[in-house]
């Protein structure tokens, strides 16, 4: 999942041919473990602790409780941290690396979500909204831990997530007016009608990525005025690193105790909002990590591209929901689901993405692990640098 934690000094291209996982550190290796363990944590705190989902919900910043964005923001940090913010200009010059991005996050993912909710969710109008707000919300946050487990380009995750947050603001209540309104109207189907707090939106970014991006620049730039590149990413990332898994776990954990009851007490509709879900997740992915090779993107961008249009802003999805629809409306627990069915699906994509680019991409240097033709590929400086 993660690549080897190397010594840059000590390593040369015909090392070591270790398969990737015998070289994870624990915490990486056993990490699905780590994520149901922390599923049924949560599940186990929300049935057995009484009124703990409205004490989680109590306090909240754009109606996603304070402690969950705590775990975001623990998440989020060490990743953005990792950043080599210098190198990013490379990232924006790369047309076919933001047209392809561009186009899988704002017009092919609300599209075939739109399509999914219809297909699986005609006969429940509450489920089918909600699903279609995950679809408009682009992934802002999660997405930076993907995309790092599976070597993408870090750089370049940085510089999408950034996109896709301005997209966001400018573009989420037109998008939710067309799939909600104009389209289902042209298509003969019923349509919704909903008002989202442009507010809500703005606040959701700077919270869930301005802070943790603010802070991560500033670490790094600090950091390597006061001790050098070297120094700060072989000594400093190693220990800060993983607490960016931490953050992950402790926020799965608060999210099943969050809807704990509600998944108990309503399977059912927790399995029909899941079926399109996974459908989007796969097929979203497999098709943007074969349309980015098809451009001519190496690995480690394709695996980037898939990734942060596979994945969704859930906390923005869950927050217009409660704030548009009602905590107990049939769109917020569909923007619920969103993340417990996202979470165990990218993760299981994290390795799917390493087995296959070691065949869709042969003799790329950015593959993690040994590539097709038996010969190791040889971890670039980038991949080297401090992995959790």
């Known amino acids: 999942m993660t690549p080897p934690v190397v010594a840059p000094a000590a390593r040369t291209p015909s090392a070591d041919h ?8 624990f915490l990486d290796r056993w990490l699905p473990l780590w994520i149901l363990l922390a599923m049924g944590l949560g599940l186990l705190l929300g049935n057995l602790i009484p009124g703990l989902d409205h004490a989680l919900e109590s306090v909240t910043i ?19 941290a990792k950043v080599r913010y210098d190198e990013t200009r490379r990232i924006t010059a790369d047309r076919r690396l933001m047209a392809t991005s561009l186009l899988l996050n704002w017009i092919v993912g609300p599209a075939l979500m739109f399509g999914l909710a219809w297909l699986f969710l005609a006969d429940l109008p509450e489920y089918r909204t909600g699903l279609i707000i995950v679809g408009l919300a682009r992934c802002i946050a999660m997405v930076l831990i993907w995309n790092d487990l599976a070597c993408g380009d870090r750089e370049a995750a940085a510089v999408l997530v950034a996109i896709n947050s301005v997209f966001q603001v400018l573009a989420f209540g037109v998008l939710g007016w067309f799939y909600l309104q104009v389209l289902p109207a042209w298509l003969g189907l019923p349509t919704t009608s909903a008002e989202f707090s442009v507010g809500a939106i703005v606040l959701s970014v700077l919270v869930f990525l301005g802070i943790p991006l603010l802070a991560g620049f500033l670490t790094r730039t ?6 050098g590149r070297d120094w700060y990413e072989n000594r400093f990332l190693p220990k800060l690193g993983p607490w960016a ?40 992915f497999l ?14 961008r394709a695996t980037t591209v898939a990734f942060t249009a596979s994945g969704n802003n859930f906390e923005l999805a869950i927050a217009v929901a409660i704030g548009t629809f009602g905590v107990t409306s049939g769109q917020a627990l569909a923007g619920v689901v969103g ?35 038996g010969s190791a590929s040889e971890p670039t400086e980038r991949d080297a640098a401090a992995r959790p």
């Open 18 to 25: 270790h398969p990737v996982l015998k070289e994870m550190s």
């Open 62 to 80: 754009a109606n996603v409780s304070v402690p969950i964005a705590v775990g975001l923001l623990v998440m989020m940090y060490p990743v953005l």
């Open 222 to 227: 600090v950091g390597e005025r006061a001790k």
């Open 245 to 284: 898994l931490y953050g992950l776990l402790f926020t799965i954990v608060l999210l099943f105790a969050l809807q704990g009851q509600a998944i108990v007490e309503s399977p059912l509709d927790v399995a029909r909002i899941a079926l399109p879900l996974l459908a989007y997740f796969v097929i979203m």
């Open 287 to 300: 098709g943007s990590l074969l349309l980015a090779r098809a451009v001519g993107l190496d690995y480690a």
């Open 339 to 373: 993340p417990l069915i996202e979470v165990p699906v990218l993760v299981a994509l994290v390795y799917v993405s390493m087995w296959l680019g070691r065949r869709l991409f042969p003799n790329d240097p950015t593959v993690p692990g040994p590539v097709v033709s």
